[in-house]
Nanobody, 126 residues
Framework: QVQLDESGGGQVQTGGSLRLSCEVSGRGSNRFALGWFRQAPGKEREFVAVDAWSDEISGYADSVKGRFTISRDDAKNTVYLQMMSLKPEDAATYYC???????????????????WGHGTQVTVSS
């Protein structure tokens, strides 16, 4: 049973920072591509960032490039999303995502995700 447990959401003012964490457990989970998606009310779930397990490859949505950084601690089997210079449009529920097939560049589509976390809320006030 693979489990993804997110934490770190909250409320922050525009321009502020937050760090999300996602601890992954379960068989084979140390070899998963790990990433983050977000979903705002009334909108579709969208890709934010992804990190490969086998290589130093990561990918970002254009809307967060230069502001968000994904990283992982293999010893803790945890992936992080450091979010800087937050904007009101970043407000959403953020979901940790895991995929058995590693990330090698290009897209990381919502339909390719094998496991999801429960989500953590990020609120950005202006």
């Amino acid at each position: 049973q693979v489990q993804l447990d997110e934490s770190g959401g909250g409320q922050v003012q525009t321009g502020g920072s937050l760090r999300l964490s996602c601890e992954v457990s379960g068989r084979g989970s140390n070899r998963f591509a790990l990433g983050w998606f977000r979903q705002a009310p009334g909108k579709e779930r969208e890709f934010v960032a992804v990190d490969a397990w086998s290589d130093e490859i990561s990918g970002y949505a254009d809307s967060v490039k230069g502001r968000f950084t994904i990283s992982r601690d293999d010893a803790k089997n945890t992936v992080y999303l450091q979010m800087m210079s937050l904007k009101p449009e970043d407000a959403a529920t953020y979901y940790c995502a895991a995929r058995r097939h590693d990330y090698t560049g290009g897209s990381f589509h919502v339909t390719s995700v094998d496991y999801w976390g429960h989500g953590t809320q990020v609120t950005v006030s202006s």
